[in-house]
């Protein structure tokens, strides 16, 4: 099956909300933790924003109805297309585009105040130069002194030996069988109760032989009039140790990197600033 990750996003985009209790109340509450951490860090005013992993909209609908002018980008047509719809939906305003983040000089040649990249995106950049590629794509979009915000999943803690790893993000314990000894072997299942039954959602990881990256399986399992219907889904992720981004970060010219962590920030995963 391929791990492709834009088929796995356009597959997803139907059903990336389902990752959730209530979606829809998820943007209220990251909306309100990122607008906080964008106005501490910030060197000044803030209007413009880009995000350029937009998906389906979570941080950028959240940000537009916190009254950042939001530009939203994504390489999945499908996702993109549901963001540009449920933005509407939201009555926020803001503009969509389809667009790689490793060639966003390629599509945009305005600059923005903010720059962000959620929800582990990085951890999409297979490649070695990926991520150098794309954090100096993403550097070239911003103003002199503008800010960069990305969060990813906490690997560090995911992968230490200690005996930790088996919590992903706070809220979501992961199961501690190892595959090749690596790493955890996916997630808990998350069990909602939706007005039409019971919905499953949990993810299987396949470790690569060099403890580099993982395949990610994403079930989710939803009731309905009492019967079961399961979809799946796959894709591959680097784990990507914070070191790592900070070097990445370094080179393509970023400066005043941080980390704000879940207690400190209320988001739900590591956040790394830093000014272009
Ligand atoms: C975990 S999802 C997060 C989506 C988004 N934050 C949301 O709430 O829907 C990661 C997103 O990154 C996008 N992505 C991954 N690699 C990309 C790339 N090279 N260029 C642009 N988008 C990319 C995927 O299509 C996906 O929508």
């Given at each position: 099956m391929s791990e492709s990750v834009r088929a796995f996003y356009d597959g997803l985009a139907g059903e990336y909300h389902l990752m959730f209790a209530d979606w829809r109340r998820?943007?209220?509450?990251?909306?309100?933790?990122?607008?906080?951490?964008?106005?501490?860090?910030?060197?000044g005013a803030v209007a413009s924003l880009l995000d350029c992993a937009c998906g389906i909209g979570t941080q950028a609908i959240a940000l537009a109805l916190q009254g950042y002018?939001?530009?939203?980008?994504?390489?999945?047509?499908?996702?993109?297309?549901?963001?540009?719809?449920?933005?509407?939906?939201?009555?926020?305003?803001?503009?969509?585009e389809v667009a790689d983040f490793r060639h966003l000089g390629e599509v945009l040649t305005q600059r923005f105040d903010v720059v962000i990249c959620c929800d582990n995106a990085l951890s999409h950049c297979l490649a070695d130069d990926d991520l150098p590629r794309a954090l100096g794509q993403m550097q070239g979009r911003l103003r002199s002194g503008g800010l960069f915000l990305a969060s990813i999943r906490?690997?560090?803690?995911?992968?230490?030996?200690?005996g930790s790893a088996g919590a992903l993000d706070p809220g979501l314990p992961g199961l501690h069988g190892k595959s090749q000894d690596h790493g955890p072997r996916g997630t808990?299942?998350?069990?909602?109760?939706?007005a039409t039954g019971r919905r499953i959602a949990f993810q299987v990881w396949d470790w690569a032989p060099d403890g580099r990256s993982y395949a990610v399986h994403q079930y989710f399992v939803q009731e309905f009039e009492?019967?079961?219907?399961?979809?799946h889904h796959v894709s591959r992720f680097r784990a990507l140790r914070r070191a790592e981004v900070d070097e990445a970060l370094k080179a393509a010219g970023f400066r005043d990197i941080h980390w704000h962590f879940p207690a400190d920030s209320g988001f739900y995963q590591p956040v790394v600033t830093a000014r272009a």
């Open positions: 998820e943007i209220a509450r990251q909306g309100e933790a990122l607008d906080a951490l964008i106005h501490r860090q910030s060197d002018r939001v530009h939203a980008t994504d390489f999945s047509a499908p996702a993109a297309e549901r963001a540009r719809r449920e933005a509407q939906s939201f009555g926020a305003v803001m503009t969509v906490d690997y560090d803690r995911l992968l230490a030996r200690d808990m299942p998350q069990v909602f109760d939706d009492g019967e079961h219907r399961t979809s």
